[in-house]
């Protein structure tokens, strides 16, 4: 059965409740494309095409470009659905066109979804490295992108994929302009400018859809940075031609013919390679946090404590043997990369964005399955779009779908940095994970507790080990505990109440 019938229920039958849930999932669904919706569910990812594209969608599917991108992996597997909904049923449903649509896709849900603005700058680039590179092959097969913009691309584990397929139009064949142009220049190369150059972070491009407009990167620019090389079309010269046309046309459209064929294709690739040189010299280069060198400068940690930790994490591992895990507080990755070598899909999480950016690369290079995200779980991501339903916050995307939970030295920036209580500590742990969570308990005693203590021995020097039990206890009980030579402890934790189907591997 397709996904939409299992959303629908069995039959073709007309009743109020179908009536009801088509209702609904057109309440929900995406808008903003002209050619159809997109539904998201539990396990897929559902598009509703309309009347006016079918014809078009159908010639895509079918063709060889699609089959190549879908083979590399660089394009996300579709197929059409069949839910046999009588044509009266579809009549019912509200949207742009008089006719009922008549044409269902679906395509496996990449899980968790992670957006733009909770990527590394390497992620950001490699994102946009795939979006020119399928651009260059769709231009080669007759077609080309019509959206450039990183919200079409997803991680799955380190690899990014485009996962709209309403993205791909014939083209004009003497035609030298890539109408997506612009739109690739604003969401995928500026925020890389304005990183680089004023210090703006890739986190804030959440607040701007469709990216950053050049007049808005210019007045940010000091006078001798707007006429730097790397800068001197994609901003100032574009600022100034805005200025002049309104903002209704970008250089790149100026010359919107050749003689022949061949010759627009040339064009169009030298525009592309140009982007990709680009993307490569904006681009932040690799830095270096305190926290990506923690690993290898953690002087609290012997040769023998870290040993012990590892053996540790390993049998919670072989004993849970989970089938998704989520690391908060990942840093560079090496607890991850233990969990994803037993078996596990893993998503990563930490705040800091250079060890993130340090783990994906590594990810990346060994093709684990690992999805690196940079996000604070204290501060997570919020809903945004339009009534905040067009992406999904942090917390909803996490929540109930992992086996383990490894919350490895985190408790006390959550309690010292954050002053979130223990007993929330455990209900947002107990609401992540569907059956363990091991946790590395730092005692007040130890340097780093101390660091952040900043004075306020009153209020947290005293906590200890039994504290935390006594708040985790209203949801987990203990599964297994070791104590290390530096006085850190090891728990493993396992939910009281665990749902009865914890998707665990057999």
Request: neutral net charge; aromatic residues 8%; proline residues 7%.
């Amino acid at each position: 059965m397709s996904a939409l019938a299992e959303v629908l229920g069995r039959g073709a039958k007309d009743s109020p409740a179908r009536r009801e849930t088509l209702r609904k999932i057109d309440a929900e669904a995406t808008f903003r494309d002209p050619a159809g919706q997109l539904l998201l569910t539990p396990t897929h990812a559902l598009r509703r095409i309309h009347p006016s594209a079918v014809e078009h969608t159908l010639d895509f599917l079918a063709s060889p470009l699609r089959a190549s991108l879908e083979r590399s992996g660089d394009l996300v597997t579709t197929e059409i659905a069949h839910p046999e909904i009588p044509p009266s049923l579809n009549a019912t449903i509200p949207g742009p066109d008089a006719e009922p649509p008549s044409l269902w896709l679906q395509s496996p849900r990449i899980d968790p979804i992670s957006y733009p603005w909770e990527w590394t700058t390497a992620q950001w680039q490699a994102a946009a490295d795939l979006t020119l590179r399928l651009a260059a092959q769709a231009f080669n097969a007759g077609w080309t992108l019509k959206d450039a913009t990183p919200l079409n691309i997803v991680f799955a584990g380190a690899r990014p994929i485009l996962v709209d397929v309403l993205s791909f139009e014939r083209r004009q064949l003497d035609s030298t302009v890539w109408l997506a142009y612009g739109q690739f220049v604003r969401t995928f190369l500026l925020p890389l400018v304005a990183e680089r150059y004023l210090g703006w972070p890739l986190q804030a491009t959440l607040l701007f859809r469709d990216g950053y407009e050049p007049s808005t990167i210019y007045r940010a620019l000091s006078p001798w940075q707007r006429f730097n090389p790397n800068l001197l079309d994609v901003v100032t010269l574009a600022a100034l031609f805005e200025g002049r046309t309104g903002g209704s046309s970008s250089p790149a459209s100026r010359v919107s013919k050749a003689a022949d064929p061949e010759l627009a294709t040339h064009i169009l690739h030298r525009r592309i390679a140009r982007l990709v040189r680009q993307i490569h010299k904006l681009a932040m280069p690799h830095r270096r946090s305190r926290w990506s060198e923690y690993t290898g400068n953690a002087s609290h940690y012997t040769a023998a404590d870290t040993c012990l930790k590892r053996q540790f994490v390993a049998a919670v591992l072989e004993r849970c043997r989970p089938a998704r895990v989520l690391d908060i507080g990942a840093n560079t990755g090496t607890y991850s990369r233990m969990a994803a070598e037993a078996g596990a899909d893993v998503v990563a999480l930490d705040s800091d964005e250079a060890a993130v950016e340090t783990l994906w690369r590594s990810a990346s290079r060994e093709n684990c399955r690992i999805t690196a995200m940079v996000g604070n779980i204290a501060r997570p991501t919020p809903a945004a779009g339009w009534k905040n339903s067009e992406q999904i916050s942090l917390l909803e995307r996490l929540t109930g779908r992992f086996d383990l939970v490894l919350l490895l030295a985190v408790v006390h920036h959550l309690i010292l940095r954050e002053q979130v209580p223990l007993g929330h500590i455990g209900d947002l742990c107990a609401r992540l994970t569907r059956r363990w969570l091991l946790l590395e308990w730092v005692p007040a005693a130890d340097p780093m507790y101390r660091e952040w203590l900043r004075g306020r021995d009153d209020l947290y020097g005293q906590l200890c080990e039994d504290d935390l039990v006594c708040a985790f206890a209203p949801f987990f009980q203990v599964a297994d505990r070791t104590a290390l030579g530096n006085n850190r402890v090891l728990l493993l934790f396992e939910l009281r109440n665990p749902p009865p189907e914890t998707g665990m591997a057999e």
